[in-house]
């Protein structure tokens, strides 16, 4: 039995719209990652799971340990129901969080915030001014991972912090360790050039070799700025972890010895921009199925609803991919509609008006922002449903 036919078997008592999440697939996804990682443990990226339960099931797997999650009331909500070692990886300004976070020993004990500047403590000690009792407040300092070249007139990387150097950092440091009301215990480095950037894009041999020189180099470069990073901190305080990496870079990551622990979470879905690696393949797990509701012409069929882009720069590679039945591509002209969207190719003559096609969302998480739940499959079974995020009533961005 092929994955169309166990999906649809498996679902044909459900009406689509419907997401659903194949569990073998989560396990082999999972093995990989931990195959890749060397021992060291990987710290869950929450932002691309959204879904409470099935965090729970992939943190109870050996070799899981902490989420790396996405806002300060995110991580306040994970740990009242339960979970623990949570470490936001964006900075905070929202006052009223922090005010919770400082009032309450268990939260307080168990989140770590990010911080890259001065204004960042100066702003949680404005926000929790209040608080009696105030808890220490745990923070990890974010380092700049880019790479730069050409006298820095060429950057690859998200720009995140503005610490770059072992000793902008050890002044960070040194300041935080001096002020009442914080503790650092962490020290995070993202490199989203090599994590986030696939090194084998379909098609496009002169734009492959650039991205692997880019990657090659700047992976050199990281090595010694980060282990300069982490050994100048150490000099002033203990850290519990050093966190790097993501999805793309794992076995890359896990080579370093400044690095504690890597962060990932692209991975246990496997969404389409992660099918563009050398080092790593995966299997598809996190699927939405769109009912056909019409045939308007021959080769053509229009599915419901669709539109839903992913986040970062516009393009067609942001677009859900049309996974099964193969051989069915969006029509140039409309793309991936609100309420519509037709599709075209030697597939659509074999679908009629109530048949499903299935679709993968090009990144992790942001499928789970527009389904309320996720069915799991095992096998040809649905053997479970499980809220999402917005299932919960929780939608932190």
């Known amino acids: 039995m092929d994955d169309l036919q166990r999906y649809n078997r498996a679902t044909a008592h459900l009406d689509p719209p419907f997401a659903v999440l194949d569990l073998s697939a989560l396990r082999a ?23 409470r339960a099935v965090l729970e099931r992939i943190l109870a797997m050996d ?21 623990r070692n949570v470490l936001v990886a964006y900075p905070t300004v929202d006052r009223a969080a922090l005010a919770e976070l400082a009032a309450e020993p268990l939260a307080a004990r168990e989140i770590t915030v990010m911080v890259d500047q001065i204004d960042h403590l100066d702003l949680v000690d404005s926000a929790v001014a ?16 880019g790479y730069l070249a050409f006298g820095g007139r060429f950057r690859a990387g998200v720009r995140r912090s503005p610490i770059r150097e072992s000793d ?55 090595i010694t700025r980060r282990g300069r990073i982490v050994q100048a901190v150490r000099q002033i305080t203990d850290l519990e972890f050093v966190n790097g990496g993501g999805t793309g ?57 669709g539109g839903y882009p992913a986040s970062g720069t516009p393009g067609a ?31 659509a003559e074999d679908l009629r008006t109530g048949d499903r096609v299935w679709f993968r969302h090009a990144k992790a998480g942001e499928l789970c922002e527009r389904f309320a739940s996720l069915h799991l499959i095992d096998g040809d079974r649905v053997v479970d449903e499980v809220p999402t995020y917005r299932g919960e009533g929780r939608t932190f961005l």
């Open 29 to 51: 996804n999972a093995e990989g990652m931990l195959h890749r990682a060397h021992g060291k443990p990987i710290r869950v990226a929450s932002k691309s799971i959204r879904s």
């Open 63 to 83: 070799g899981f340990t902490g989420i790396m999650a996405f806002t300060l009331p995110e991580a306040l909500w994970l740990v009242s129901t339960g979970m």
């Open 130 to 145: 209040g608080v009696p009792d105030r808890q220490e407040i745990r923070v990890c300092l974010d380092i700049d991972a």
């Open 168 to 222: 902008q950092a050890a002044d960070l440091a040194t300041q935080i360790a001096k002020r009442p009301g914080f503790r650092l215990v962490g020290v995070m480095a993202y490199e989203a050039q090599i994590a986030g950037v696939g090194d084998d894009p379909p098609g496009k041999p002169a734009l492959t070799r650039a991205i692997r020189l880019m990657q090659t180099r700047s992976q050199r470069e990281l």
């Open 249 to 305: 870079s794992i076995e890359k990551t896990a080579r370093e010895r400044a690095v504690t622990e890597i962060a990932a979470g692209s991975g246990f879905f496997h969404p389409r921009l992660f099918d563009f690696y050398r080092g790593f393949g995966g299997h598809p797990a996190a699927l939405f199925a769109l009912p056909v509701v019409r045939r308007p012409a021959p080769g053509v069929v229009t599915v419901l609803g």
């Open 317 to 347: 590679d942001r677009l859900p991919q049309p996974y099964l039945p193969c051989g069915l591509r969006y029509d140039p002209d409309e793309g991936a509609g609100e309420v519509q969207t037709p599709l075209v190719g030697q597939a």
